[in-house]
């Protein structure tokens, strides 16, 4: 049964059973580079082989790094999508100009929604077409909590139930709320992070602006600053981490 405190609207689509959350350190001014190449030849050809580009950023605390998520059916199904993709034609053709770009693409977490209605929700106008190199407005961010073991339903409604409101009532509209996904990789080509367990929200703002004010109201919470902040310190391995990235200009999650 969905969650109804995560509504999917009616003309949205929900996406994805099976998501990776990829992040790429580049060479040095290289991101452009792969990101001019990513929306003209990467998107609609990903697409094609049945998964799903859900968005593409740069990452604003670090200008050689490059971000992006895309989605699949279920794991069967994004071992035969990769195939297609790096067997085929597209790839070999531009594969040496991307990979010229990155120092590192494993650093990739193999995510699912924590349940179905916390997945991504987006229209298909949302994507600009081929050729548009307009600059993104808004801030995607991206919160990565650490832990010793799988995320169990202890913390799951301990989000949903407590923290997931003082966010909102701070500001934050949370897009997607995701945990490791704990099948093995079906791709070994591709690596991921294996053994790793986190809890996975994303979060949207009209601009870097608005996070701030929304930093500082969760800082005057009394709630926060209290039981609240420490209780989540508590069930966590390590200090949360935190991405906070501008949609590229054909990224189909904006803000």
């Avoid at 405190?5 to 992040?23: K, T, W």
């Amino acid at each position: 049964m969905n969650n109804p405190i995560f509504p999917v609207s009616p003309s949205g689509e929900s996406c994805c059973p099976i998501v990776e959350l990829r992040q790429y350190e580049l060479h040095p001014e290289k991101r452009d580079i792969l990101i001019e190449l990513f929306d003209r030849e990467f998107v609609e050809s990903q697409e094609a082989t049945g998964m799903k580009i859900i968005g593409q950023f740069r990452d604003l605390d670090d200008p050689n790094r490059f971000v992006w998520l895309r989605g699949f059916r279920d794991m069967a199904s994004r071992a035969q999508a990769l195939q297609d993709f790096y067997g085929g034609a597209v790839w070999k053709a531009h594969r040496e100009v991307a990979n010229t770009t990155m120092i590192d693409s494993d650093n990739v977490l193999l995510l699912r929604p924590v349940h179905p209605s916390a997945a991504f929700s987006f229209s298909a106008s949302d994507r600009l077409p081929p050729g548009v190199n307009r600059t993104a407005k808004g801030l995607l961010v991206a919160t990565i909590y650490y832990f010793d073991a799988p995320v169990d339903k202890g913390f799951t409604d301990f989000f949903d139930q407590i923290l997931r409101p003082l966010l909102i009532s701070a500001g934050a509209s949370i897009l997607a709320c995701l945990v490791t996904e704990s099948s093995s990789n079906n791709f070994p080509a591709l690596p991921i992070r294996e053994g790793e367990n986190v809890y996975v929200w994303f979060s949207r703002f009209p601009e870097t602006e608005a996070y701030e004010r929304y930093l500082a109201a969760l800082a005057r919470s009394p709630r926060w600053s209290g039981e609240i902040s420490e209780e989540l310190m508590r069930r966590l391995k390590g200090h949360p981490q935190t991405l906070k990235l501008s949609p590229t200009a054909r990224s189909q999650l904006r803000a």
